[in-house]
């Protein structure tokens, strides 16, 4: 049945509202076109103004006044004169390899950016962001480049200075062979040493003994005439005795070689001790009361000691000589 006015009724279906896009290019819309005027075609006259000196565009080239923000060509939206990253923007392949544009390198003929274009182009921006790709990293590697090198310069220095340190000591203090093995004195030079300090220490006895019998000679023969007086006598007497005490010492202590006589040496201590006895019997018999008779006997005993002294040295010096033939 249809309702009064005979007209029909009203599709009653659903709406179906509107129409899924079946893909992202359905979504665009084109720009709305811009009316194309004789100026925009046409060139100008000599008489007018200058040509337009605006931004040219990125996709078809035309270059368009500075006002304008759409291609007068194409429609595409315009880089603005005034953006300092324009030229960069429109150049992504520039000298810059950090650089960040906002404008795809590839823009479809609508003006909108090809989804892989800007798949690929955002790969390549994160593997420009990787650390150790950055502009500085070139700079970092030659800064290590130069630490490691001046690192091993001083390693080698150090040691040289070592080597040439060990090879100075070595040199100066090594390689100077063994030392001397000291195996005692040797049994014939000691020998020969021992047969001479024998020898000479004979001989200056000897010669000292002469010396002293000579000055107890000369004290007494002075006292005995009156050329000397007493204080003087005295004096000389105390000398010889003080002179001739040490002399039993010596001898006694004096090392004899294996090819001495040791019964001549025991007399020449004998001796020794014969004219220390007797330089102190004179002393005290100038002292005494008597008329000098203790002096002399005193004095004749020390002069027959000297005598006899010498005579035993002598022969020792000349046993030893015919032992060294």
């Not at 007018?48 to 368009?64: K, N, Q």
């Not at 003080?242 to 001495?260: H, K, M, N």
């Not at 040791?262 to 019997?281: F, G, H, I, P, Q």
Request: aromatic residues 4%; proline residues 8%; glycine residues 6%.
């Amino acid at each position: 049945m249809t309702p009064t006015g005979g007209q029909e009724p009203p599709d009653q279906s659903p709406d179906p509202g509107p129409e899924r896009p079946t893909s992202w290019r359905d979504t665009v819309h084109p720009a709305e076109p811009i009316p194309v005027s004789d100026a925009m075609v046409s060139p100008k006259s000599d008489g007018e103004s200058d040509p337009p000196d605006g931004p040219s565009c990125h996709i078809c080239g035309v270059t368009s006044h500075a006002a304008a923000s759409y291609c007068l060509n194409c429609g595409v939206q315009l880089h603005s004169a005034s953006d300092p990253d324009a030229d960069h923007n429109a150049d992504p392949d520039g000298d810059d390899p950090n650089h960040t544009t906002s404008q795809p390198e590839s823009v479809a003929s609508d003006g909108f950016i090809d989804p892989d274009d800007f798949v690929a182009r955002q790969a390549r921006h994160s593997s420009q962001e990787r650390p150790g790709s950055g502009p500085n990293t070139e700079s970092i590697d030659v800064e290590r480049e130069e630490r490691d090198t001046q690192r091993t310069l001083r390693v080698a220095l150090g040691a040289l200075m070592v080597v040439a340190a060990l090879t100075l000591f070595v040199v100066t203090f090594g390689d100077r062979g063994d030392p001397p093995v000291d195996d005692g004195p040797s049994t014939t030079l000691t020998a020969i040493d021992a047969e001479t300090r024998y020898r000479d220490l004979v001989s200056s006895l000897a010669v000292r003994v002469d010396q002293l019998r000579d000055e107890a000679g000369v004290a007494n023969d002075q006292w005995d005439n009156g050329t000397a007086d007493y204080a003087d006598t005295l004096s000389r007497l105390q000398s010889l005795a003080a002179s001739s005490l040490p002399l039993q010492a010596t001898v006694d202590e004096s090392e004899a070689p294996s090819a001495a006589d040791l019964t001549l040496k025991a007399r020449l201590v004998a001796l020794a001790a014969t004219l220390a006895e007797s330089a102190n019997e004179m002393v005290a018999g100038l002292e005494s009361p008597d008329t000098g008779e203790a002096r002399r006997a005193a004095m004749t005993r020390y002069d027959a000691a000297a005598a006899e002294f010498s005579t035993v040295a002598e022969t020792i010096l000349q046993n030893m000589a015919n032992s060294d033939e």
